[in-house]
């Protein structure tokens, strides 16, 4: 099945519901589902006029808008394979991951193709430029020119089981760049999965202030409100906006990075606003504070905050609220798998394994996850996929790359991910439960445990006018092992969430 499917199915069934509502400063457009349906086979007649056609490989570099998921549903409807790569991460990855996916067709704003027309020679695969205009621009296409041409019902291409729907690019926060093959069925699975758990129906509307949850929440007929943010740029989000944009459509569900939450929740709380209509706050990327949960619990008159596990190789797995939260310096507790999901503990190796040796699952290990939504392989990475990818009895078991553990009850803790935890002189430290205890410390914002030549650092953001010999005294007494205290204005942070502490730039940075 094509997931383009579920979009025109609902527009079968509420044509007239709002499908996706723009602010102004967008244009002040809004689609119906039907005619949201009737927008996707447009630009599903004018990309083939184009030259896309089942299989051509299209990088994806458009701005969300009020058309953002009518062309990209238009894609998958063609049998396109969607490329995303997110262009916020390092210069190097980035230009790495264009060559690498050696793409046919690039659909974007016009800096993408100023940029693209100064490497045309690197990039030779591509052979087919669109812009989003109605007007040619340095040898791209337009898209919206004659798109009213044809508004003839376009046949559903009809995927096979394990063909290529779209390849998503990790952000790449703890190395190199991976290309997740997904299929249609996958992002069907997940759709399912995301409706089931937060119980959602189309009477539900959403702010999806991370772009790719408007797809499932379209899937699923509810209504799409813009968010008057730059979604790229999650930490400059501006509450207030925000904020009149939840209460004005009032929104019963938003999603998006604790980046954003964090900053709507301190303006909130500055000024004693409440926010009545949201029944999920749903928020990902990185471990959420216990403080935030506190905030949004007085915010938030009849919904919670939510916090799903997973990873662009597999999403979601588990899924813990407010109501549930459990507090504990051993970790971040992430909640209890969701239904059709199996996790399990094996011991921490960075060998590749064709098997599955449980340990004792109170213990810390490497967390392994298997479900209908769980990816099978990177896009010409095979080296990656051997090291992250088990196949027992033809089930595909993902590697997280984190380290954790089960409690008596059945909830699965975080404890930081493989390649920031370390060991030294016979102990090994894991970093979500040593920096939970360095940041009760007075003075102490955040904190980045990092592994240096010279043994254990610690690296942190200082409150303003804090003794630094004082924060010393209660850190070497938490762990002796700590060599030194290094103040940062800022602790660096992953481009796509702007949350997630780049540890291993800290690393490199300390070393020696």
Known sequence: ?????????????????????????????????????????????????????????????????????AITFALFRIGAVIIFIDPGMKKKYFFECLKEVEADAVIGIKRVHILLSAMKKKLPSIRIKINLTSSRFLGSLPLYRNLYANDQKV????????????????????GKPKGVEYTHEIFINQTKMLQEEFNLTYKDSDIPCFPLFSFFTLSMGMTNYLPP?????????????????????????????PAIWTK??????????????????????????????????????????????????????????????????????????????????????NEVIDRIDEINNTQIGEILVTSKNVTKKYYKQEVETLNSKIIVENTTWHRMGDLGFFDEDGHLWFCGRKKHCFEYN????????????????????????ILTSLGPKLVIEKEEN?????????VFNIEASIKDIIIEKELPVDTRHNIKIDRTALSKKYWS
């Open 264 to 349: 709507l929740a301190d303006y909130c709380e500055k000024y004693h606003l409440t926010i009545p209509s949201v029944k999920y706050l749903v928020m990902f990327g990185a471990p959420i504070p216990k403080s935030i949960h506190n905030k949004f619990s007085k915010i938030l008159l009849n919904g919670e905050v939510y916090t799903p596990y997973g990873a662009t190789e597999c999403l979601p797995v588990a899924n813990i609220s407010t109501s549930s939260l459990k507090v504990s310096d051993k970790g971040i507790c992430v909640g209890k798998p969701l239904n059709g999901v199996e996790v399990k503990i094996i011991k921490n190796t």
């Open 1 to 69: 099945m094509n997931v383009s499917q579920l979009v025109s199915d609902i527009s079968f069934k509420i044509p007239e519901r709002p499908a996706v509502m723009a602010p102004k400063f967008f244009g002040a457009h809004q689609w119906t589902f039907s005619e949201l349906e009737q927008r996707i086979n447009l630009f599903c007649h004018r990309l083939k006029v184009l030259g896309i056609t089942p299989g051509s490989k299209v990088l994806f570099f458009v701005k969300p808008n009020e058309d953002f998921a």
């Open 426 to 449: 016979g102990k090994y430290f894991y970093t979500i439960p040593q920096e939970m205890k360095f940041n009760k410390v007075k003075g102490v914002k955040k904190s980045a445990l």
């Open 466 to 474: 804090y003794d630094l010999d004082l924060i010393k005294n209660e």
């Open 229 to 257: 943010i730059d979604v790229s740029k999650p930490s400059k989000a501006n509450p207030r906006k925000l904020y009149m944009a939840i209460i004005k459509n009032e929104a019963t569900f938003v999603a998006g990075s």
């Open 155 to 174: 046949q559903f291409y009809e995927p096979k089981v394990d063909e290529l729907a779209a390849i998503l690019y990790t952000s790449g926060g703890t």
